[in-house]
């Protein structure tokens, strides 16, 4: 990755402080987005509470991507 970009993605569980799932793309194709999703819901099963806001960043903000959303959206839960 001379010249480039890379692109991070952490499911995190605030209230424990730690990290789920992670992955690193470098593209913004949200395949791996809910790749993270999926490893994390597998293995810690389904939260009570699921934030769904993103962090403000130097390139602006994103609004949240259709497949992601649509992977949360049948578990019901707060978002």
Known sequence: ???GVMYLVAIMDWLRRKVLAW???N???TAFCVEALKEAL???GTP?????ERPHSTH???PPDEAY???IEP???AA
């Open 75 to 77: 578990m019901k839960l």
């Open 60 to 62: 602006g903000m994103l």
């Open 27 to 29: 593209s913004m194709d």
């Open 23 to 25: 992955r690193l793309s």
């Open 42 to 44: 597998a293995k810690f």
């Open 1 to 3: 990755m001379r010249r």
């Open 48 to 52: 009570d509470i699921f934030n769904t």
């Open 69 to 71: 959303v649509s992977k």
